[in-house]
C-alpha cells in the first residue's frame, strides 16, 4: 500500500524550532518529488516546500522562505521539513505529498501533523 | 505569485443534481490545474489534474474543463459522498498555489 506518515509535531514557542519527518512505503521514493503543504485551523491549504526526486531542486513559498530548509533522505525512504524562528502564523496541520509520475499534481496525501506555535 | 480565485465560496446543491465549481488563474497555468476534494479530518484527495484527466479511481462522474484561464470542476449528479470542500491547484513552472476552496453543501 502506498503510504506517507507525517510525525514530528507538538506544541511549541515563538521563535524554536522542530523537525517534521515524512516516512514513505509502497513506492520507489526515489522516483518522485516531495511536497510540504499546511492548513491553518479552519482555513484553506497552503504549499510550503518542495524537493525535486534527487534533491536537485527545491522550492519555498515566501512565507517560510530564510525559516524553513525540506531535505530528503533516500535510504531512509524519508522527507523532512526543518523549521526554524516559528511564529504563531505558522501553526498549522502540515501534510507531506507526493507529486504524480505522469503530472505535478499532488496524487498521494498524508494524514499530516499538528504544529501549535504559542507562548 | 500565480492567484487562483474560487467561486462561489459555498454551494448548495440538492443531492442528484449538477454542481459546477469554477476556479480563474491571474495569469496562464496552461492546462498545469488540478482539483482535490477534501473532507473533515481527512487529507485531500485528488480528483482530477491535467485541467480534465480524472485520478485513479474517481468516479466518472467527476469531470474537469478548461477555456483558457477559467477551469471548471463537474460533478454531474451529486451523491452524498460529494458533499465536501473543493480546492484548485496551479502547478505551473515550480510554482504552486491553492484556490481559497469551494465548500459544496446540501441543499
Known amino acids: 500500500e502506498v503510504q506517507l506518515v507525517e510525525s514530528g509535531g507538538g506544541l511549541v514557542q515563538p521563535g524554536s524550532s522542530l523537525r517534521l519527518s515524512c516516512a514513505a512505503s509502497?513506492?520507489?521514493?526515489?522516483?518522485?518529488?516531495m511536497h510540504w503543504v499546511r492548513q491553518a485551523p479552519g482555513k484553506g491549504l497552503e504549499w510550503v516546500s518542495s524537493i525535486s526526486w534527487n534533491g536537485g531542486s527545491i522550492g519555498y513559498a515566501d512565507s517560510v522562505k530564510g525559516r524553513f530548509t525540506i531535505s530528503r533522505d533516500s535510504p531512509k525512504n524519508s522527507l523532512y521539513l526543518q523549521m526554524n524562528s516559528l511564529r504563531t502564523e505558522d501553526t498549522a496541520l502540515y501534510y507531506c505529498?507526493?507529486?504524480?509520475?505522469?503530472?505535478?499534481?499532488?496524487?498521494?496525501w498524508g494524514q499530516g501533523t499538528m504544529i501549535t506555535v504559542s507562548s | 505569485e500565480i492567484v487562483m480565485t474560487q467561486s462561489p465560496a459555498t454551494l448548495s446543491v440538492s443531492p442528484g443534481e449538477r454542481a459546477t465549481l469554477s476556479c480563474r488563474a491571474s495569469q496562464s497555468v496552461n492546462s498545469n490545474l488540478a482539483w482535490y476534494q477534501q473532507k473533515p479530518g481527512q487529507a485531500p484527495r485528488l480528483l482530477i489534474y491535467d485541467a480534465s484527466i480524472r485520478a485513479t479511481g474517481i468516479p466518472a462522474r467527476f469531470s474537469g474543463s478548461r477555456s483558457g484561464i477559467e477551469f471548471t470542476l463537474t460533478i454531474s449528479s451529486l451523491q452524498s459522498e460529494d458533499f465536501a470542500v473543493y480546492y484548485c491547484?496551479?502547478?505551473?513552472?515550480?510554482?504552486?498555489?491553492f484556490g481559497q476552496g469551494t465548500k459544496l453543501e446540501i441543499k
Open positions: 491547484q496551479q502547478y505551473n513552472n515550480w510554482s504552486y498555489t
Open positions: 505529498a507526493r507529486v504524480g509520475l505522469q503530472t505535478d499534481a499532488f496524487d498521494i
Open positions: 509502497g513506492f520507489t521514493f526515489d522516483d518522485y518529488a
